[in-house]
């Protein structure tokens, strides 16, 4: 059983791009919910997604969207990229069903940085 | 909405003895999980500990433990015999039982073992 991985794990942008981040959920994993983690802070939820759904989201502006796939791998996706969208992204997945709880599994993240 | 605080943003603790890590929450619910999760340098965040809040009895795995006063929605860590594998960031995490699609947490607890 492979754990939750995503890609890059490092990524340079200047402001105004666009950036896609990339999650492979757990093996039997159909929830995936994405974070933001700013330096010396806790992870800060953006979305969830279920069954290719968004089931959730918190306060972030809509130029942060997402996708989930049938084989429930997903991405995040943020136009217009300002400067204090630096951070590091995780992706956690979670086992089927919406239980509260269910543990979520993170992948290591991917630290993205706008200049 | 829900808030969590994590009043100590470092803490240290000699290499086989114990230290407590704090957390404090707050909540307009009363049917919810509590976890504290690591991040090691690597960053891959890992489940710690978690706790039903209708449970009295506090959560215990292995050399972790917690101390969960619901009246004082206070949620704290206990480490014992510390190891120094047990550097790293400590979270404090809450989830709705009716709302469980995303965690809450803290700002992080640095903790450093020293040999």
């Known amino acids: 059983e492979t754990g939750v991985t995503q890609s890059p794990t490092h990524l340079i942008k200047t402001r105004g791009q666009q950036v896609t981040l990339r999650c492979s959920s757990q093996?039997?994993?159909?929830?995936v919910s994405w974070y933001q983690q700013a330096l010396g802070q806790g992870p800060q939820f953006i979305f969830q997604?279920?069954?290719?759904?968004?089931?959730g989201r918190g306060n972030f502006p809509p130029r942060f969207s997402g996708l989930q796939f049938p084989n429930y791998s997903s991405e995040l996706n943020v136009n217009a990229l300002e400067l204090d969208d630096s951070a590091l992204y995780l992706c956690?997945?979670?086992?089927?069903?919406?239980?509260?709880?269910?543990?979520?599994?993170f992948g290591p993240g991917t630290r993205l940085t706008v200049l | 909405a829900q808030t969590v605080t994590q009043s100590q943003p470092e803490m240290s603790v000699q290499e086989a003895e114990t230290v407590t890590l704090s957390c404090t929450y707050d909540?307009?619910?009363?049917?919810?999980?509590l976890f504290w999760y690591k991040q090691p340098p690597s960053r891959q965040m890992i489940l710690v500990i978690r706790?039903?809040?209708?449970?009295?009895q506090n959560a215990t795995e292995n050399r972790f433990s917690v101390n969960f006063q619901k009246a004082a929605k206070s949620f704290s860590l206990k480490i014992s015999d510390s190891q120094l594998g047990d550097a790293a960031m400590y979270f404090c995490?809450?989830?709705?039982?009716?709302?469980?699609?995303?965690?809450?947490f803290g700002t992080g607890t640095s903790l450093t073992v020293i040999p």
């Open positions: 995490a809450y989830r709705s039982r009716n709302t469980g699609n995303q965690f809450y």
């Open positions: 093996s039997g994993h159909n929830t």
């Open positions: 997604y279920y069954r290719e759904e968004e089931n």
């Open positions: 706790q039903e809040a209708y449970k009295q």
């Open positions: 956690a997945s979670s086992l089927p069903g919406l239980a509260a709880y269910n543990e979520q599994f």
């Open positions: 909540t307009s619910e009363s049917d919810y999980y």
